[in-house]
């Protein structure tokens, strides 16, 4: 659900940014998406494929 919510922040804030023309706007928008990336945490690195299964009888 935390995700969820993080995710939904970065695309209203990203949003947000684009349209803002008030610098002080932009730099608290920039702020809070720096805070939210940062808080983000790091990805798990991915898991290895699983090892190929030769169907049995079959020539190798």
Known sequence: MDDFIRNENLKLYRRALETCLD???????????????????TALPPLPPPPRQIPYGAPS
């Open 23 to 41: 610098p002080a706007q932009r730099l608290v928008l920039q702020e809070l998406l720096r805070l939210l990336i940062a808080e983000q945490p």
